[in-house]
C-alpha cells in the first residue's frame, strides 16, 4: 500500500525530532562526562576503590570537575584510577592535594574527592599523581560496630549482676542504701567531719593573722628579720664575745696580783702591811720638799752674788730675745 504524503511528513518529523533527542542527549552526557571540554589527566593510587566505576564524578571541594576515565588494577595493594579534569581547575590545585573516596549521599554511586592542601605548593601539571587517602570500608565498619555490641552486652550483664547485689545488700554501696544505721552513722560521721574542717578553718585563720603579726615591724621578731639589725647586733655579740675574753684575762690577772697581796708578795704589801716603811716614805719626801726649798734659797743668793750677777742677766736678755722672735 503507497503511503500518503501525510504520512512522510509524519515519518519524517519523527525521525528529525528522535536525531535532535539524540544528538542533545549524547551532547548532555558528553558535558557530564567531560568529552567535549578542554580536560587533562591527573592520577591517584588507591589500595582500594571501594566500588569506584569508570565515569563516577572527581569533585574538588564540593564542585564537580570531571570524571573517572580509567581504573587499572597494578598489584594486589595498589589500584591506579586515571582522572579527566577540567583544565581550568589545574591552577586550584595543589601538589599537596589529597584524594579520597565517597558516596555521593547516603545510597548514591561512589565519587573521587579532592581535599584542597595548605596552599603552600605549587599547582598539578597534567599527568601529575597526586596522594589518596583510603577510606574506612563498610567491613570495618560493621566488624568494630559488631565488638561494640559484643562489650556493650558485657557490660549490661555486669551491671545487672552489680544492682542485683546492691539491692541485696551486698557490699558497701548495698549496705549503705540499705542498713538505717550504717546511714546514721556516716551522717553522723560527716557532720563532725564538716565541725572539724570548720574549726581547721578558723585556726588556719588565726594562725595565718599570727604570722602577719610576727612579720610586722611593730614586733621584735619583724624588727630582727631587718637585715640592718641583725648586723647590728651579730657586730654587738661579737663584741660581748671579745670583751668577755678579755674581762676573764683581767679577772684572771687581779686574782694573781690579789694572791700575791695575801702570801705578802710584791711592793704593794709593804705599802699595805709595813707601818715602819710609810714613815720612811713620808720623811724622805718631807726631806726632798725642804731640800728643794734650801735649793731655791741658793739659787736667789747666787742670783745677787757679784760673781754670778752678769751671767743670769745675759740668761734674761737670752731669754726676752727668744720671746721676740
Excluded: C, W
Excluded at 564538716?194 to 612579720?215: F, H, P
Amino acid at each position: 500500500m503507497e503511503k500518503t504524503t501525510t504520512q512522510k511528513i509524519r515519518l519524517g518529523l519523527f525521525v528529525i525530532i528522535g536525531l535532535l533527542i539524540f544528538i542533545l542527549a549524547t551532547y548532555l552526557i558528553g558535558d557530564k562526562q567531560k568529552m567535549f571540554g578542554n580536560t587533562s589527566h591527573l592520577e591517584t593510587i588507591f589500595s582500594n576503590v571501594n566500588g569506584l566505576q569508570i565515569g563516577n564524578n572527581v569533585r574538588y571541594s564540593g564542585v564537580n570537575v570531571g570524571t573517572v576515565r580509567a581504573i587499572e588494577m597494578i598489584n594486589d595493594t595498589n589500584i591506579k584510577v586515571d582522572m579527566i579534569i577540567d583544565k581550568t581547575i589545574f591552577k586550584h590545585i595543589k601538589k599537596d592535594a589529597v584524594a579520597t573516596i565517597g558516596s555521593d549521599g547516603l545510597v548514591g554511586s561512589m565519587i573521587i574527592n579532592i581535599l584542597p592542601g595548605k596552599g603552600t605548593q605549587t599547582p598539578v601539571e597534567p599527568g601529575d599523581e597526586i596522594s589518596s587517602l583510603n577510606r574506612v570500608s563498610t567491613d570495618d565498619l560493621l566488624k568494630t560496630l559488631s565488638k561494640t555490641n559484643n562489650n556493650a552486652a558485657h557490660l549490661t550483664e555486669n551491671l545487672l549482676t552489680i544492682t542485683e547485689e546492691i539491692n541485696q545488700g551486698k557490699g558497701t554501696l548495698g549496705l549503705l542504701l540499705n542498713d538505717a544505721e550504717i546511714a546514721r552513722d556516716l551522717k553522723e560521721t560527716m557532720n563532725y567531719l564538716k565541725i572539724s574542717g570548720r574549726e581547721t578553718s578558723n585556726a588556719t585563720k588565726n594562725l595565718n593573722n599570727l604570722l602577719e603579726a610576727l612579720n610586722s615591724n611593730n614586733n621584735v621578731i619583724g624588727v630582727l628579720k631587718d637585715t640592718a639589725v641583725a648586723n647590728s647586733i651579730k657586730k654587738i655579740v661579737n663584741n660581748l664575745d671579745t670583751s668577755s675574753v678579755e674581762i676573764s684575762k683581767v679577772v684572771t690577772n687581779l686574782n694573781k696580783t690579789i694572791l700575791n697581796i695575801k702570801d705578802g708578795k710584791g711592793a704593794l704589801n709593804y705599802l699595805s702591811n709595813d707601818p715602819n716603811l710609810v714613815r720612811k716614805i713620808d720623811s724622805t719626801m718631807t726631806n726632798v720638799n725642804q731640800s728643794s726649798a734650801k735649793l731655791n734659797e741658793n739659787l736667789e743668793a747666787l742670783k745677787h752674788n757679784f760673781l754670778f750677777r752678769g751671767y743670769f742677766r745675759k740668761l734674761e736678755r737670752e731669754k726676752i730675745k727668744a720671746k721676740k722672735k
